[in-house]
C-alpha cells in the first residue's frame, strides 16, 4: 500500500479528480488504499495552486479517477482515429486515451504553451518541483495520461507510469525506455520467446507511438482553443521520432558506465563471476 505523503502546500476542493486551491501550509489529501496517487500541482498565480491528481490501479494500471461527466463529441473513436488503431468504433464507441485527457483539457487549455509556471509533482514516495513551461509540464503529464488510458498502442508504457519519473531528461528517457524494454524481454524469454536484445521491436513501438501522436495532435486541434495542449503531444512526438537515432547513439555514449562491471565479469557467462582471485 502506498505511503501518504504528509504535510505538503496545499489544501484543495476536490471535484472529479482536479483541485484547485487559494490557500497554503494545510494537509493534502490522502489515496484511496491501494491506489497509485500521482499530483501534479502548478503555481500559477501569487498563491494559487492549480493541483491535477492521478490515481492509477496498482494491478491494472489504468487510470481509476476518470472524469464521469458525459465523454464530449472529441473523443469519438472515429474523430481522427489512429490508422493503426486495432479498436472497432462499435464495440468501443470512445478513444481511451482521450477520455483520459478530458479533466486536462478543461482544467489547463486556458493556458499559453509558453507560460512559466513552477510546478511540484507529489507521489507516495518522494516530491519534485521544477520551474518549467506549461507545455513541457502538461507533456510529462500527457505522457501518464495516454499510458493509463487503456489504449492497446500505449500498453509498453504502462510499467513506465507505474515509476513515473516527471521532468525526466533525454538520457533518463532513453534509459528507463530501453531497461523497461529489456525486463519485457525477459519475461518473454521465461515464455519460450525469443528476447529482442537488439533493440529492433522498440524501435518499431515508437513508430507506432508517432502515427499515435500525429492523429492525436489532430485531434485535440478539434477541442482545444489554446495551444499548449497540441504543443505538449507535439513534444511527446518529437521524443518518439528521436527515439531509434537515440537507441544507436546514445546507448553506446552510456557504454562507459558500465565498463567497470564488464571488465570484471568472467568471459564465460554474466553471472556475477569474477575474473580475478576469489576474495
Known amino acids: 500500500m502506498m505511503t501518504p505523503p504528509t504535510k505538503d502546500i496545499a489544501q484543495a476542493r476536490v471535484t472529479s479528480g482536479i483541485e484547485k486551491s487559494s490557500t497554503l501550509n494545510v494537509e493534502e489529501k490522502t489515496a ?31 487510470l481509476r479517477n476518470r472524469e464521469s461527466a458525459p465523454a ?17 468504433p462499435c464495440r468501443e464507441p470512445r478513444c ?9 483539457l ?15 509533482v507529489v507521489t507516495g514516495e518522494r516530491r519534485m518541483s521544477s520551474r518549467t513551461t506549461v507545455q513541457r509540464a502538461v507533456c510529462s503529464l500527457m505522457g501518464l495520461l495516454m499510458a493509463t488510458s487503456g489504449c492497446p498502442l500505449t500498453a509498453f508504457f504502462k510499467p513506465m507510469a507505474r515509476f513515473h519519473l516527471p521532468f525526466a531528461s533525454t538520457d533518463e528517457t532513453i534509459w528507463r525506455a530501453t531497461t ?14 525469443a528476447p529482442d536484445l537488439g533493440f529492433v521491436g ?18 485535440l486541434r478539434t477541442a482545444c ?12 512526438d518529437m521524443f518518439a521520432k528521436s527515439m531509434p537515432w537515440a537507441i544507436e547513439e546514445s546507448l553506446e555514449a552510456m557504454r562507459h558506465l558500465f565498463l ?4 570484471c565479469v568472467d568471459a564465460s557467462g554474466p553471472d556475477g563471476r569474477h575474473s580475478g582471485p576469489e576474495p
Request: hydrophobic share 40%.
Open 32 to 62: 484511496p488504499m491501494g491506489a497509485i496517487a500521482v499530483e501534479y500541482r502548478f503555481e500559477l498565480e501569487e498563491d494559487q495552486i492549480d493541483a491535477f491528481r492521478i490515481e492509477i490501479d496498482p494491478e491494472s494500471l489504468l
Open 260 to 263: 567497470p562491471y564488464l571488465d
Open 72 to 88: 464530449p463529441d472529441w473523443t469519438r473513436l472515429e474523430n481522427h482515429q489512429c490508422p493503426n488503431c486495432p479498436l472497432d
Open 96 to 104: 481511451p486515451a482521450a477520455v483520459n485527457m478530458i479533466g486536462l
Open 180 to 193: 523497461t524494454y529489456l525486463l519485457a524481454q525477459h519475461f518473454l524469454c521465461q515464455e519460450g520467446i
Open 225 to 236: 482553443q489554446c495551444d499548449s495542449m497540441v504543443n505538449a503531444i507535439i513534444l511527446l
Open 106 to 120: 478543461g482544467r489547463f487549455d486556458h493556458l499559453l504553451s509558453h507560460d512559466e509556471t513552477t510546478v511540484s
Open 202 to 219: 522498440l524501435s518499431k513501438l515508437y513508430a507506432q507511438i508517432e502515427v499515435v501522436n500525429l492523429a492525436f495532435a489532430k485531434r
